[in-house]
């Protein structure tokens, strides 16, 4: 089965909306920014790197999105605050926040350092909580957080102790987040990829195994990253209005398959 890639969603069904993408500039995060502006949005992407975040800024711009782009290292809080107030600048408000930011390597856990772990859990998990906190204000009353996970947790992944440990508490932080911030008017949510063609995570995690991967996805196919950010558009729409503290899997089923093939 195929991806068929037309989206479901009208041009302007984020009209009037802005997007805080961290890990924007690349990988599933650039995609989903580009979605979600294509959509309507006005988007303001982060990364650690300038170049890329210039590059996207400008792709943005050839296809008609408003975007803004920062440099921020998602594991400062002081970064997190400044990007946040950056695009409630730029745009006068901010109504969705997708933490995307990640970081991940293959390592054995008896060969993984502390500071190896403690990197990864900060990016991904501790990143996460600045991020959301400093938007908090921002989206208080109508906005939407969407944390990107992962399905590494749901059993256990080889040589991932450190991402899959920082996964688990995206998920955990989904979870209370929706139900102390629901009152306050913000939803949030995640979504959790399986294997991606095309992103950091298939040449670091599984170099050289995309036949491999495919034969074991139910699917039989790696998911596109639009189809990672279409779920995304989903849960930001009103469709998803009653949706919080969940994490969608978006996987073709992978982590169904605990058969040993
Ligand atoms: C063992 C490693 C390592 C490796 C780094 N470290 N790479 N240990 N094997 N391959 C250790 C270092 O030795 C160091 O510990 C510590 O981690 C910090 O490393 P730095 O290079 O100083 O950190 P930093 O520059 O912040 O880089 C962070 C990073 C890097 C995670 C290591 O790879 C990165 O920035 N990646 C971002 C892009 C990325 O990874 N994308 C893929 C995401 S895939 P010591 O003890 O020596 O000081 C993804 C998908 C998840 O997230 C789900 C998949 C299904």
């Not at 809080?77 to 695009?87: L, M, Q, R, V």
């Not at 969705?96 to 990016?123: H, Q, W």
């Not at 998990?125 to 109508?142: D, Q, T």
């Amino acid at each position: 089965m195929q991806a068929i890639e037309i989206s479901p969603f009208t041009k302007d069904v984020l009209k009037g909306k802005v997007a805080a993408v961290t890990g924007g500039s690349s990988g599933i995060g650039l995609e989903i920014a580009k979605q979600l502006g294509l959509h309507g949005a006005h988007v303001a992407i982060c990364g650690r790197r300038q170049k890329p975040i210039d590059d996207a800024v400008a792709e943005f711009a050839s296809l008609g999105i408003r975007a803004f782009g920062a440099q921020c290292d998602v594991r400062k809080p002081e970064h997190a605050t400044s990007f946040i107030n950056g695009a409630v600048r730029e745009f006068g408000r901010l109504d969705i926040l997708v933490n995307s930011a990640a970081g991940n390597f293959l390592c054995p856990a008896e060969d993984l350092s502390v500071n190896g772990f403690k990197t990864v859990m900060e990016i991904d998990a501790v990143g996460v909580f600045n991020m959301s906190k400093a938007a908090f204000e921002a989206l208080r009353g109508h906005g939407t957080i969407v944390n990107i996970s992962a399905t590494l947790h749901y059993g256990a992944t080889w040589f991932q102790v450190h991402a899959s440990s920082a996964k688990a508490a995206i998920d955990s932080i989904t979870r209370t987040l929706g139900m102390e911030w629901g009152p306050e008017g913000i939803r949030t949510v995640g979504v959790a990829p399986g294997p991606v063609a095309g992103t950091a995570g298939m040449t670091k995690l599984a170099p050289g195994m995309s036949d491999a991967v495919n034969e074991l996805v139910p699917l039989k196919r790696m998911a596109t990253k639009w189809e990672i950010a279409m779920s995304v558009l989903f849960l930001v729409s009103n469709g998803a209005g009653y949706i919080t503290g969940e994490t969608l899997v978006v996987d073709g089923g992978s982590w169904l398959n605990t058969s040993l093939t």
